[in-house]
């Protein structure tokens, strides 16, 4: 099956260049969001409205109604706040942290992409204070926290479009500002979404047996999914090389094996600052 792209934006501002660029059309039997198709059905977009539980809630229904899959693309696209970036910089987020608990979503980054990563912070309010090295908005953990439940974590990604620094303030943010900022970038995200579609159509192809340097473990159905999707990574990465099995000789666990290839794929990962 080809992979596709399912896009969730918070406002309508944020949509319509995504709308004309990728040439969607709204399907008429959705009612509680906004929900946009191409012909090809390989590109979806739905409208959030602002917030977390907005987010949740229009991942989960965009979910239902393209029938996605656990090999489809999903991308959050908005604007959002940062206190050094300048207005209309386009940014990858590398980690989103609910503002409320703390809790971090760590999205692995497999290719260099040629555009800038940040951290960002989603808040419940607007806020004029902007967080130390992170971006703000309003959306993006809720987003993360519902799509990597439909999709494997390495396609599930967040682009953000800086509107607002401690020089223009976020008031001073229109409708028509918006959807040209999102315009400009348009090329960006569109070879954003290319590069994760390639990976999503290796993924498709690839059926991982055990390797032998981890047969002799006894997985559990969960250890056996994380293992696989951990394999996944590794064969992206690292361009199909095979797992140095020196490497899991010591493990006497299926628990230790999966951290030790946890690791690796650290070591090897792109990084960001």
Not at 172 to 198: F, G, H, M, S
Request: charged share 20%.
């Amino acid at each position: 099956m080809q992979a596709r792209t399912l896009i969730v934006v918070a406002l309508p501002a944020e949509a319509r260049a995504l709308i004309d660029y990728y040439r969607l059309r709204r399907v008429v039997q959705s009612h509680a969001f906004a929900v946009y198709q191409n012909n090809a059905e390989d590109t979806w977009l739905a409208v959030s409205g602002i917030g977390k539980v907005s987010m949740a809630a229009a991942c989960a229904h965009l979910h239902h109604c393209s029938g996605a899959n656990a090999n489809d693309v999903w991308l959050n696209i908005g604007i959002a706040g940062h206190a050094e970036y300048s207005v209309g910089d386009v940014l990858l987020v590398h980690s989103a942290t609910d503002a409320n608990t703390g809790r971090t979503h760590y999205p692995p980054i497999l290719f260099k992409t040629g555009v800038a990563s940040c951290g960002i912070v989603t808040v419940d309010k607007v806020r004029d204070d902007y967080p130390t090295n992170a971006a703000v908005d309003m959306e993006a953990s809720a987003f993360f926290t519902i799509a990597s439940r439909y999709s494997t974590a390495e396609l599930v990604h967040s682009i953000k479009v800086i509107s607002d620094n401690e020089q223009h303030p976020f008031a001073a943010v229109t409708r028509e500002k918006t959807q040209e900022w999102i315009a400009q970038v348009l090329p960006k995200i569109d070879e954003l979404n290319t590069r994760l579609r390639e990976i999503a159509q290796q993924n498709e192809r690839i059926e991982f047996a055990m390797p032998d340097c981890l047969s002799h473990l006894r997985f559990s159905f969960s250890q056996t999914q994380q293992c696989e999707a951990l394999l996944r990574r590794w064969h992206a990465l690292s361009e199909g090389s095979t797992l140095p099995a020196a490497e899991f000789a010591s493990a006497r666990s299926a628990k230790q094996a999966l951290t030790t290839l946890q690791q690796l794929i650290d070591d090897r990962a792109v990084t960001y600052s």
